[in-house]
């Protein structure tokens, strides 16, 4: 049974900083290109950052100089570290693969007060 678990979010203020986790089970991680989503009220979800592998990592835009995704294969976990954040960060961040996607998990809320 595949499960996405997302951590981490939180209330912080604009300029903050916070690190998501997305700890993995039932899928053969390693192996897995995996991205982080974000879904904010009204809006589609959207891809922000990918880890296709180790050493390869793509960005949104909006998030390119802010976002870090790394990945720890020992650990089947996936990370998004975010800096110098903006009210328009504000939103559901998700974990998944970036192909075939997985049932969604929860996801984990970050809200950037100004």
């Known amino acids: 049974q595949v499960q996405l678990v997302e951590s981490g979010g939180g209330l912080v203020q604009a300029g903050g900083s916070l690190r998501l986790s997305c700890r993995t089970s039932?899928?053969?991680?390693?192996?897995?290109?995996m991205g982080w989503y974000r879904q904010a009220p009204g809006k589609q979800r959207e891809l922000v950052a990918s880890i296709p592998g180790v050493d390869s990592t793509k960005y949104a835009d909006s998030v390119k100089g802010r976002f870090t995704i790394s990945r720890d294969n020992a650990k089947n976990t996936v990370y998004l570290q975010m800096n110098s954040l903006k009210p328009e960060d504000s939103a559901i961040y998700y974990c998944?693969?970036?192909?075939?996607?997985?049932?969604w998990g929860q996801g984990t809320q970050v809200t950037v007060s100004s």
């Open positions: 039932g899928i053969i991680f390693s192996l897995n290109a």
């Open positions: 998944n693969t970036l192909y075939n996607y997985r049932p």
